[in-house]
């Protein structure tokens, strides 16, 4: 397992130790699930106290509530960017895909935990992290549905071709290991060909 | 959250207390995780006693186990069925994609814990798991290779492309629900024209 870098995964948390904190539950979330990691698991093995912890986590669900928003936060923003850059269904289905699974495979630490917990978290932090994924979602619908528009694509139902795209990458985050070949690039640059197929567009490049 | 039928899932295992006790583990470690189950958890929501679990199984990690194994030496066989019925790889792929999605689907509680606890699994028991899973992985990339000979197919890397369609049906169990739309048996349909797809067999069709 790949310990997970704080201050590459979470740049804008601050202070220090609460970034140090997150990546700790990270690794504890992973080996062992949210329940059977207490507080005291995290503190240790972020080389802090729990009453340190308590400082910037109020408790256990707020730390993961933390990581699964910034997880689901990203991955909207990269989408948006992406949606937002070239008005090209094909181009902008290609670069979604390419990032959404290079992260997975890159992240696949964190990326299970964002992914595989969150009927832990509480209602109210579910309901946040649910919107931030309806609205990913939406994004990729309506990539599919443009592009069914320009005749570039051709699927039977948007919604279960937008949920295989998602689902597609997301599973990758369950399978990929440090040592998985291809690499993350070039497992994204794959996936993408897989998901244009599947989107009916193969047939029209040829 | 759907409670599994113990006779339904598991109606090769003998006495019905053991296919009790798989049950509610199952049901323990959907909900907690296996790290946070004991056993006496387990033996309380099938009625029995802790002493009671240990007639038939000697600790935790072999009701997971069982659960694995049993699991995916269904999906093997189901796989191995679908190779042996037909000879042609796209007739194949259909009937495999279609019931491997559904039954993640319908049976999307007790596939969570057959997926995604593996790495709970002790070393030797983990040892033939993996060994149920590369050979039904084996059979998906013969059934693609074997395709890409008689031109059905055309995918630019068979590993990744097995890994896709394997992938794409695992994923089910993660977001499917009792209420989710379409019902397993369409979800299969559906999911089935997105894999001939993206296996480049839809150019062929039209």
Redesign the interface.
């Known amino acids: 397992m790949t310990a997970p870098q704080p201050d590459d995964l979470w740049p804008d948390v601050r202070p220090e130790a609460a970034r140090r904190l997150m990546a700790a539950a990270v690794t504890s979330f992973a080996?062992?699930?949210?329940?059977?990691t207490t507080t005291r698991d995290i503190a240790t093995a972020a080389g802090m106290s729990p009453a340190a912890l308590y400082v910037h986590f109020p408790a256990k669900s707020a730390v993961l509530f933390a990581i699964s928003r910034s997880g689901h936060e990203r991955m909207l923003a990269m989408v948006e960017r992406v949606v937002a850059d070239d008005p090209d269904p094909v181009v902008t289905m290609r670069t979604l895909v390419e990032r959404f699974v290079a992260w997975h495979a890159k992240r696949h630490v964190v990326a299970r935990v964002v992914?595989?917990e969150l009927?832990a978290l509480p209602p109210q932090e579910y309901e946040v992290v649910a919107d931030l994924r309806r609205r990913t979602e939406q994004h990729v619908r309506d990539v599919i549905t443009a592009g069914v528009s320009l005749r570039q694509f051709e699927?039977?139902?948007v919604r279960?071709?937008a949920?295989?795209v998602l689902?597609?990458g997301?599973?990758?985050a369950?399978?990929y290991t440090p040592t998985t070949r291809?690499a993350p690039t070039e497992?994204g640059r794959?996936?993408a060909?897989?998901?244009l197929?599947?989107?009916?567009h193969?047939?029209r490049t040829?």
């Open positions: 080996e062992r699930g949210y329940h059977a992914q595989h009927a699927v039977p139902d279960t071709a949920r295989a689902g597609l997301i599973d990758v369950r399978w291809p497992l794959q996936y060909d897989l998901v197929r599947m989107l009916g193969h047939d040829d």
